[in-house]
């Protein structure tokens, strides 16, 4: 269908538009594209991320020598979008395809916004997949194109990003896994791609914040607190992989205070707390500048001292978890 699509509209440039910050299932599956279109002389296609990638997307990008580009919108006569559900998700740039001023096709595996559905020229979209890499794969199937063991592994890279590690596959991706490898894509090169290693300065946080952990209990419930001068938002998360069903912890210095708050689904499912709205508001306040965030992950930034900020702070959070419990009684 996007072969088809293609012919008809000949376009000499292509640009293959991945979402702001955009993940390694993006970065890969736009890669692949990219080759696909090339070799099979459809048309010569840049990858295009508005404000660059993730930090992990560039990792990837050096280990299969990726290259993409922040602008270059202007000299190419079709978009496609890859792994990106909506307009907004572009950036600035997305103002040319809002306008009509470029036709789109979408490549996606989200459920897409109808609007950004209507005005696409081509939409290849299934949701029931676990990546965009699985989808990519799928077009070359079609097209009956040859895969590189470097486009492969490319695309199991992406797989593995998305699926957290095939956690989360599902049949179709085992059976896609199991193509790619027979085209000669390497797991293990994948698997290595995605390794991060943990700066030392955040593990020395992590550790320092684990040394002053205090911890409370409600019912069965266990809260972690503790403070540290930066990466409260690594050690907070640290404390939950321990076991903790919520973490507080304040960070900063010199009169500066962050607060970084985490939580489990236990924790969220039992106490029906949701973390932004019900406690980095009202913290937020209370360090005299602002809170919010999702349900198990919010933050909050303020003035103030830390270290004597954490006792008040944990006797907030203690009293409103002790009344949403009683609450559910
Ligand atoms: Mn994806």
């Known amino acids: 269908m996007l072969e088809e699509e293609l012919r008809k509209l000949k376009p000499k440039r292509v640009a293959l538009l991945i979402h702001l910050n955009a993940d390694p299932d993006a970065l890969c599956a736009a890669y692949a594209l990219k080759r696909l279109l090339e070799s099979s002389k459809l048309a010569k296609a840049r990858i295009i991320a508005p404000e660059g990638?993730?930090?992990?997307?560039?990792?990837?990008?050096?280990?299969?020598?990726?290259?993409?580009?922040?602008?270059?919108?202007?000299?190419?006569?079709?978009?496609?979008?890859?792994?990106?559900?909506?307009l907004e998700q572009l950036g600035d740039l997305g103002g040319m395809l809002v306008r009509g001023e470029l036709p789109y096709v979408m490549i996606d595996h989200h459920t897409p916004h109808p609007k950004t559905v209507s005005s696409a020229t081509l939409c290849l979209i299934d949701s029931s997949l676990t990546s965009s890499c699985e989808l990519?794969?799928?077009?070359?199937?079609?097209?009956?194109?040859?895969?590189?063991?470097?486009?492969?592994?490319?695309?199991?890279?992406?797989?593995?990003?998305?699926?957290?590690?095939?956690?989360?596959a599902n049949d179709n991706t085992i059976e896609v896994v199991y193509e790619l490898i027979r085209a000669g894509g390497s797991l293990k090169?994948?698997?290595?791609?995605?390794?991060?290693?943990?700066?030392?300065?955040?593990?020395?946080?992590?550790?320092?914040?684990?040394?002053?952990?205090?911890?409370?209990?409600?019912?069965?419930l266990l809260l972690a607190?503790?403070?540290?001068?930066?990466?409260?938002a690594s050690a907070a998360r640290s404390f939950i992989a321990l076991g903790a069903d919520l973490a507080v912890v304040v960070g900063g210095k010199e009169g500066e205070v962050r607060i970084s708050l985490r939580c489990s689904e236990a924790f969220r499912r039992k106490t029906g707390i949701h973390l932004?709205?019900?406690?980095?508001?009202?913290?937020?306040?209370?360090?005299?500048?602002?809170?919010?965030?999702?349900?198990?992950?919010?933050?909050?930034?303020?003035?103030?001292?830390?270290?004597?900020?954490?006792?008040?702070?944990?006797?907030?959070?203690?009293?409103?978890v002790k009344s949403s419990l009683l609450e559910k009684e």
């Open 189 to 220: 090169r994948a698997r290595s791609a995605l390794r991060v290693e943990v700066d030392f300065s955040e593990r020395v946080a992590r550790l320092k914040a684990a040394q002053r952990l205090e911890l409370s209990r409600v019912d069965d």
């Open 53 to 86: 990638v993730s930090k992990l997307s560039k990792q990837v990008a050096d280990e299969f020598r990726i290259r993409f580009y922040d602008s270059g919108l202007n000299s190419c006569a079709l978009a496609i979008l890859v792994d990106t559900a909506t």
């Open 276 to 320: 932004g709205r019900d406690l980095a508001e009202k913290l937020g306040e209370m360090v005299g500048g602002m809170g919010g965030g999702h349900a198990t992950a919010a933050g909050v930034n303020g003035v103030g001292d830390p270290e004597s900020f954490l006792p008040k702070c944990r006797e907030f959070v203690e009293e409103v």
């Open 225 to 232: 607190f503790s403070h540290v001068s930066s990466y409260e």
């Open 136 to 168: 990519v794969y799928r077009i070359y199937a079609e097209m009956g194109a040859k895969l590189t063991s470097k486009v492969a592994t490319a695309l199991l890279t992406g797989i593995l990003y998305d699926t957290r590690g095939l956690l989360h």
